[in-house]
């Protein structure tokens, strides 16, 4: 797939729609195009402010300081899917969206797993 079209499956918090189950079953059109996801406070959060993620959001110093990002719920979803979201938003600080997007491709992954 092309590297952009790769870009556009990372959602605003750092998932990579293109490994979800739902989403290769044609089932989900992913974060970034679900109209119907008006639910997200974090996707509504990175649409007004024009960011792609989080990750480029610079009102606080670490992310698990907002609380659109670090909710009840999102803490109940990492422990049962030993999901680690900010550390998804590093490696995209880091490296960027496309090398992160590619990287999840490869391995398959819907965020980086807490070790």
């Known amino acids: 797939m092309n590297p952009q079209n790769l870009t556009k499956l990372v959602s605003s918090c750092g998932l990579y729609c293109g490994a979800c189950h739902k989403y290769q079953k044609g089932k989900c059109p992913g974060c970034a195009d ?3 996801a008006s639910w997200c406070k974090i996707r509504l959060c990175t ?13 606080y110093n670490d992310v698990l300081q907002c609380r659109k990002f670090n ?6 979803f990492a422990f049962i899917f030993r999901s680690d ?3 998804s938003l590093k490696r995209i600080e880091e490296k960027g969206l496309e090398v992160y997007a590619r990287e999840m491709d490869a391995k398959g992954l819907v965020v980086i797993k807490k070790t």
């Open 34 to 36: 679900n109209e119907k």
């Open 47 to 59: 649409k007004e402010r024009g960011y792609t993620t989080c990750a480029v959001c610079t009102e």
């Open 71 to 76: 909710t009840f719920f999102s803490k109940i």
């Open 85 to 87: 979201r900010p550390a």
